[in-house]
């Protein structure tokens, strides 16, 4: 695992958003350099912080990560992630891209040269399901179909 992400979220519960923003059945997903030397593909999300409502919270990673603008549509389902030292609570919605143009964004809490977002992109559940399990969201493994993906709710642990 890279340093950066150990020390900036390791040890600790952090409370997560992700949005499920779908063009057809294409998922948007972004890769990741979290551990060295491969991918990590996921939903666009990230750190509720203090004050700020889950909907803001997607509103604003959408914009930093992916360069969309988004609509939150409605709240679907939560997942625990626990592999220390990373221990995520995750809140799963339903978004719709609005406006912006789809770009490789920035994580802020990477400072400079220590970005970590490699490439963003729609890809068809077929591309999704041929990345291997450990280089993917734990709950894209989780779901064996896209309508199973697409119809979650209530809590999982991935």
């Not at 770009?103 to 559940?125: A, C, F, H, K």
């Amino acid at each position: 695992m890279d340093k950066n992400i150990e020390t900036l979220f390791g040890n600790r519960l952090r409370v997560r958003v992700c949005g499920l923003c779908w063009k057809g059945d294409s998922l948007l997903l972004i890769n990741h350099s979290l551990y060295p030397g491969q991918a990590f593909w996921s939903p666009p999300g990230g750190g509720i912080e203090v004050g700020q409502s889950k909907e803001e919270c997607l509103e604003r990673e959408f914009l930093e990560e992916t360069g969309l603008a988004i609509k939150v549509l409605a709240f679907r389902f939560v997942a625990e992630f626990i592999k220390p030292p990373l221990h995520a609570i995750e809140l799963f919605a339903d978004v719709a891209a609005i406006g912006g143009n789809l770009m490789v964004g920035t994580d802020p809490e990477m400072m400079g040269n220590n970005q970590i977002i490699r490439s963003v992109q729609y890809l068809s559940w077929k591309t999704i399901q041929g990345i291997p399990a450990h280089e993917k969201h734990g709950i894209l493994t989780h779901c064996k179909s896209i309508k199973e993906l697409k119809t979650l709710t209530g809590f999982c642990r991935i």
